[in-house]
């Protein structure tokens, strides 16, 4: 039963243009979602979260957008460098229970063409 | 400040073979989750430990056990390995107070059995 699902394996950009990697949950029981990023040979690093009770949040170039009711949300960055070339996964952490148990999607190649 | 480390960096088993992977947590850090990420998958949550106690666990049967030590570093031991254990197994740490669940992966191991 797969609670965080990232329906886009991969997705390709433009240099300097927007990247919109999408992620769907089912459980309306998350707190709080992350994003995470990952190079290959490196552990995912920690890219921007969001509460459960907002519906926006904004660091630098990246956002990320809730929607709860379509149990939906996005991570816009802009704009996209090469660098940001990476797997891209959505996690979503579960209300009560261990604090760090985190349900991760199956992650989105991200490559951003100079 | 040291990020999270982990070693071996890679290791070969046989089936039924046992496997002792290990990790040392941030700095400041005293909450550590284990995670296995298989091949074209994101990240599953196999346990947490807290103050040298498990504090959460995922789907994964017993003979998946850790460790927890007074410096807050810890252990992963696998017993009677499978085939399908092979995998990337990521260790990450956080402070017990991270309010957005922002968590600190190493590197990982990863393990081969064949």
């Known amino acids: 039963d797969q609670q965080v699902k990232q329906n886009s394996p991969s997705l390709s950009v433009q240099e300097g243009r927007i990247s919109i990697l999408n992620c769907d949950y089912t459980?309306?029981?998350?707190?709080?979602f992350l994003w995470y990023k990952k190079y290959p040979a490196e552990g995912p690093t920690f890219l921007i979260s969001?509460?459960?009770?907002?519906d926006k949040n904004e660091d630098g170039r990246f956002t990320v957008f809730l929607n709860k009711s379509a149990k939906h949300l996005s991570l816009h960055i802009v704009p996209s460098q090469p660098g940001d070339s990476a797997v891209y996964f959505c996690a979503a952490n579960p209300r009560g229970g261990a604090t760090n148990k985190l349900i991760f999607g199956t992650g989105t190649l991200l490559a951003v063409q100079p | 400040e040291t990020g999270v480390t982990q070693s071996p960096t890679h290791l070969i088993k046989t089936r039924g073979q046992q496997v002792t992977l290990r990790c040392s947590s941030q700095s400041g850090h005293n909450t550590v989750s284990w995670y296995q990420q298989a091949l074209g998958q994101g990240p599953q949550f196999i346990f947490q430990?807290?103050?040298?106690?498990?504090?959460g666990r995922g789907n994964f049967p017993p003979r998946f056990s850790g460790l927890q030590f007074p410096n807050y570093s810890s252990e992963l031991n696998v017993n009677a390995l499978e085939l399908d254990d092979s995998a990337l197994y990521l260790c990450?740490?956080?402070?017990?107070?991270?309010?957005?669940?922002?968590?600190?992966f190493g590197p990982g191991t990863r393990l081969t059995v064949l």
């Open positions: 990450a740490s956080s402070p017990r107070t991270s309010g957005s669940n922002e968590q600190f």
């Open positions: 969001i509460s459960s009770i907002k």
């Open positions: 459980n309306s029981m998350f707190d709080y």
């Open positions: 430990y807290y103050r040298e106690e498990e504090n």
